[in-house]
């Protein structure tokens, strides 16, 4: 993992408890922007990061392309960029396929090849599955089947731009400031007990779903095994990837609302929950019977992003810190206050969100605030 010197961490040890930095800003009319401000926000929370992972994820940006799946692809080597294609070509109509643009950027140093490719689901092709099962299907093949090949970017109209560096240079290195999107998301990382490498950066993907994490899943294991029931593979040596996963199935499968996938993930506490309304009781009561490992135990804060939605959340008790501010129309989440005031000075509105609670940017809805338990339950 290399060396580093200790940050913020009196106990003089390699595990650094209060690091990594989160931004994300959505317009949630749709209005499409450069990353300009997300690439100067997140670089304000510098010292959050060590230089061994940043990334971004950006939604509409592929506009001319809007229906077709974009792969972004890494290769350690040209062996690996052939069979990876090979198995590409066979199982989708390929509309193109090329390296993601570059430039040179000091602190980047040995970078992996990274291509994009346009893929079509024939229609043949699609028969057995549903286009997303299809997808994940291929995408956990190639992931798992070819060495040294990594997909990690796999949606519509969105990308993951990700690897080993501090955010900013990740930004120059991929030319984000070419790229525009209506929402974008941004992270710095501080591994703690996973290795600083590409694949390990933040954003984690599958489909359009995106994830960036501050903290520590040390449910990782129980997740993980239960995800594999479900045909998830974790091969990026992070406990992260289990949050996209499971965000997947929950919602995109399982068709469960975000307020519903909040009281999975971060799962009030049973003294809690035997505080609650008959009603509110046996809802939980049974989301835990029938969801419970996914549960995710630790200390944590994510931005979880898809096609037309933005969603912040905290673990239950609000270990890792997460600020919320809108100014008009947009949606701003961020490990720290200062960086969202930085971009926007005058906000409309700025606050803490409660351990739990999920803050929703929409296209479709303005901010909302926790359904209640009948409406929870009807809408599943």
């Known amino acids: 993992m290399g060396h580093w010197k200790h940050v913020n961490n009196p106990y003089d040890d390699d595990k650094v408890i209060d690091a990594c930095a989160l931004f994300g800003m959505m317009d949630t009319s ?99 599955l549903s286009h997303d099962d299809y997808v994940l299907e291929k995408v956990m093949r190639i992931n798992t089947g070819v060495r040294d090949a990594f997909v990690f970017s796999s949606g519509k109209n969105m990308a993951v731009f990700k690897g080993v560096g501090y955010p900013e240079d990740i930004a120059n290195y991929f030319r984000l400031e070419e790229y525009q999107g209506y929402l974008w998301t941004a992270h710095s990382r501080f591994p703690t007990n996973t290795p600083g490498w590409w694949g390990g950066a933040h954003p984690f993907n599958v489909l359009d779903w995106t994830v960036i994490h501050n903290g520590e899943i040390s449910s990782y294991g ?73 549960l995710l135990n630790g200390p944590f804060s994510v931005v979880i992003a898809h096609q037309g939605e933005m969603i912040g959340l905290t673990d239950r008790i609000r270990l890792r810190p997460l600020t919320a501010a809108t100014k008009g129309d947009m949606l701003f989440l961020s490990s720290e206050e200062s960086a969202i005031r930085l971009v926007c000075p005058q906000l409309d509105t700025a606050w803490t969100p409660m351990g739990g609670e999920p803050i929703v940017g929409s296209l479709n809805r303005p901010l909302g605030k926790r359904e209640p338990v009948a409406a929870a339950l009807a809408a599943t």
């Open 30 to 128: 749709g209005r499409r922007f450069s990353g300009v401000d997300a690439i100067t926000a997140i670089t304000n929370m510098h010292e959050r990061g060590n230089g061994l992972g940043g990334g971004f994820a950006v939604y509409g940006l592929y506009p001319q392309y809007a229906e077709h799946y974009a792969f972004h692809v890494m290769y350690l080597d040209d062996a690996a960029r052939q069979e990876a294609e090979s198995l590409l070509q066979d199982g989708f109509r390929v509309a193109l396929a090329e390296p993601v643009p570059t430039r040179k950027t000091r602190g980047i140093q040995d970078p992996p090849l990274v291509w994009r490719y346009f893929l079509e689901v024939r229609p043949q092709d699609g028969q057995r």
């Open 222 to 294: 129980i997740n993980r095994r239960y995800l594999e029931m479900f045909g998830y593979h974790c091969t990026m040596q992070t406990d992260t990837e289990v949050i996209a996963y499971a965000v997947d199935l929950l919602m995109r499968r399982h068709k469960l609302p975000i307020e519903v996938v909040a009281d999975v993930l971060a799962a009030p506490l049973w003294s809690r929950i035997e505080r609650e309304d008959e009603e509110r009781a046996a809802f939980h009561t049974t989301l835990r019977q029938v969801y419970g490992s996914l």
